[in-house]
C-alpha cells in the first residue's frame, strides 16, 4: 500500500509539474503607447495623450508583491506625471493601462499565471482527507 502511494504521489508530481493546462492563456497585447498621465480639472479624469489622440485611465496595473495575496497584479488610481503604457488585448475588456513604459513581452509576463502550485496542495489535501477517513473507517471495524 506504501509503495502504491509513493508512486500515485511521483505520477502526480510528473503530471502535473510537467503539464502547462494550468498556465493562463496568453493575453496577446498591442501596444498603443506609452505617455505621461495628465489630469483635467474640469472633468476629474485623468489621460494620456499619444500621437493626437486622448485617452482617459481610470486605473493602473502593477505587479503585486504583496506575500499574503494570491493576486500577481494590483490595480491603483492614476497619478498625474506617471508614465504609463497603454494597450488592448484579447481578453480583456478596453484600453488597458501599466505603470512604465512596457514591451510585449514584459506585459505578457505581468498577467501571467500558473496556478499548477495550487492544484498540486489542494490534491494533497484531498488526497489526505481521503487517506484520513479510510484510516479511520479502518479503525472503528
Known amino acids: ?11 502526480l508530481g ?9 498556465d493562463s492563456a496568453p493575453i496577446n497585447p ?12 474640469k472633468s476629474g479624469l485623468c489621460y494620456v495623450v499619444i500621437d493626437t489622440t486622448q485617452y482617459t485611465v481610470a486605473q ?5 508583491h504583496n506575500p499574503r495575496s494570491m493576486s500577481i497584479t494590483q490595480d491603483i488610481q492614476p497619478v498625474e506625471g506617471m508614465l504609463v503604457t497603454l494597450f488592448t488585448a484579447e ?6 493601462a ?3 513604459k512596457q514591451s510585449v513581452l514584459q506585459i505578457e509576463e ?13 490534491s494533497i489535501f484531498v488526497l489526505g482527507i481521503i ?5 479511520s473507517t479502518k479503525k472503528s471495524v
Open 60 to 64: 493602473i496595473t502593477i505587479p503585486d
Open 1 to 11: 500500500m506504501k509503495k502504491l502511494l509513493v508512486l500515485f504521489f511521483v505520477l
Open 131 to 135: 487517506c484520513f477517513g479510510f484510516s
Open 14 to 22: 510528473m503530471t502535473l509539474t510537467s503539464c502547462s493546462c494550468f
Open 30 to 41: 498591442k501596444i498603443i503607447g506609452s505617455g505621461n498621465l495628465q489630469y483635467d480639472v
Open 91 to 96: 481578453h480583456r475588456t478596453g484600453i488597458q
Open 110 to 122: 505581468l498577467y501571467h499565471e500558473n496556478k499548477t502550485g495550487l492544484i498540486i496542495l489542494m
Open 98 to 100: 501599466v505603470a512604465g
